[in-house]
């Protein structure tokens, strides 16, 4: 008897109607049981037969409530998420909002997160060197003279502010004070700058009130040196071999053309910057990578298909949605389904004027008004073509 | 600043790969699936994907996705004018 040739069992397995990774597992094992058994080939059809029969019978029904199923398996555990914890694993230096706060944060597609943080990682060059990650470091950290200040004063006899620098600090930035002075020079047309060892004088040139000079120097103080805006405090850590950077702050779109940063892996955890530079698909992928994590953060774990349906779902129109009603729910096509939600007399005000119909096609509008709901065997409609005249013989 | 690389989205881990639908292959779609070409989920035509891939509104894009369950799976969204 001949043996059944790896290829035979590629090619059989290829043809049958099954997802890649379960093709890929079936084809490993048969191969494994192949040579141990000495399969035949219609046996190996057989056993193809049978996995694709266990496949059909683990998908979802038909008419399946997937919807009220994953609210349910996300909505549990999170009742066992601490209310408020603020911390990062690992780096103690950046506050990170998460358990239950975060997780609302994602559904309800805040704009900005209340702790944005980007996960920068360094291109071949620069991964396995410290300094090499500091160089980059620099350059992404956000710098202002507040931040390198020791003291400051306003002298209001001889009309100055005046700033002493900490020499360690400017050092550590990588900048100077000629090049302080050139910068600051180059963005207030109305003040004048001298430098004096460390220290550095602001003069305005004008003459005026109290008030503008404690108005510039403000002004000068939270002026941007050097790196992107947005982007505050950076920390290196080692993960692994490499040297990875995390930042208080996110400017996604500016860090990618940072030399020495790895544009392929650096991320955010503001979705709406994902989705306004890489596209909604990749902001799809964002929002299960962030809930998955937020998740197992607290040790828990819900099925990622779930999370996959809710992030489906907030990105269906190519914007991302929020669940609740000024996204999902408020788009929703029925009257009475958006009434049921919230703010039910605006939304029946509304639709009067507009004299919509309901077509009743949704769940919440039929449970509503009290027929079978369109979910599971209520799904299916019966359809008979009636003889209009009985038949007699 | 220095010289300003383009950087391909594409690279990017997060981003999956996308492909403009032929005509025939976007009828096959439409009848594998007995749906209307308005029932498909959107994509805006400002998306940075559809804008590097070059698709108008009207196109249907075809995303190969990852997926810890299926491995991959094919996802399909129809450009839309913002």
Redesign the interface.
Known sequence: MLMVSEKTIKNLVEKADL??????ELYEKLVEYNKRYDLKKTEVEAIIEETVKEYQNALVEPGEAIGTVAAQSIGEPSTQMTLNTFHYAGVAEINVTLGLPRIIEIVDARKNPSTPIMTVYLDEKHRYDREKALEVARRIEGTTLENLAREETIDILNFEYIVEIDPERLEKAGLDMEKVRRKLEGSFKSAEFEVDGYTLIVRPKKAAKLSDLRRLAEKVKKHRLKGLSGVGKTIIRKEGDEYVIYTEGSNFKQV??V?GVD???T?TNNIHE?A???????AR??IIEEIVNTMREQGLEVD??HI?LVA?VM?????ILPIGRHGVVGEKASVLARAAFEITTQHLFEAAERGETDPLNGVVENVLIGQPVPVGTGIVKLAMNLPLRPKRE | ??A??E?D?F??????E?RILSEEEKEELLRKYRIRISQL????AS????VALGAKPGDVIE?K?K???????YYY?LV?ED
């Open positions: 997802p890649a990774s379960v093709k890929e990618l053309k030399p544009p392929t892996r991320r994902i306004e530079v890489l596209g909604i698909e990749a992928n964002a990622v298909r996959m489906d990105t269906l129109d190519g914007v | 600043m220095a300003k690389k950087f989205i690279a990017h881990v997060l981003v999956p996308h989920p959107q994509i805006k998306d940075p994907a559809v995303i996705r997926s810890p369950t299926a491995g991959y799976y969204r839309v």
